[in-house]
Nanobody
Framework: QVQLVESGGGLVQPGGSLRLSCELS????????VAWFRQAPGNERQMVAAMRSGGPIEYADSVKGRFAMSRDKYRSTASLQMNSLKPEDTAVYYC?????????WGQGTRVTVSS
């Protein structure tokens, strides 16, 4: 069964950092088009970072200069390095890929930025 699983969320103080991971299994499948979304309570789910087949990475204006997306050489894991975190970054973060033309979503990992 194809699965996309996020991990790495947790509680962090403002100004701190977290690194989220998104793992696709089985390993024979590849993360080509992959994106990170987040959804805060009461808000719509919004894209924060996205890349297509190793191409340019697009970031939401709210995270530019603070977040960095990457992918391992086997294209099985995508990461989102989040620095200088702000309380407004608090949300459930989701990873999404496209497999055979269909969206595949992870279950989400919760990030809370609070002092």
């Amino acid at each position: 069964q194809v699965q996309l699983v996020e991990s790495g969320g947790g509680l962090v103080q403002p100004g701190g950092s977290l690194r989220l991971s998104c793992e696709l299994s089985p390993r024979r499948f590849n993360l080509d088009t992959v994106a990170w979304f987040r959804q805060a309570p009461g808000n719509e789910r919004q894209m924060v970072a996205a890349m297509r087949s190793g191409g340019p990475i697009e970031y939401a204006d709210s995270v530019k200069g603070r977040f960095a997306m990457s992918r391992d050489k086997y294209r099985s894991t995508a990461s989102l390095q989040m620095n200088s975190l702000k309380p407004e970054d608090t949300a459930v973060y989701y990873c999404k890929t496209v497999l055979y033309g269909r969206d595949v979503w992870g279950q989400g990992t919760r990030v809370t930025v609070s002092s």
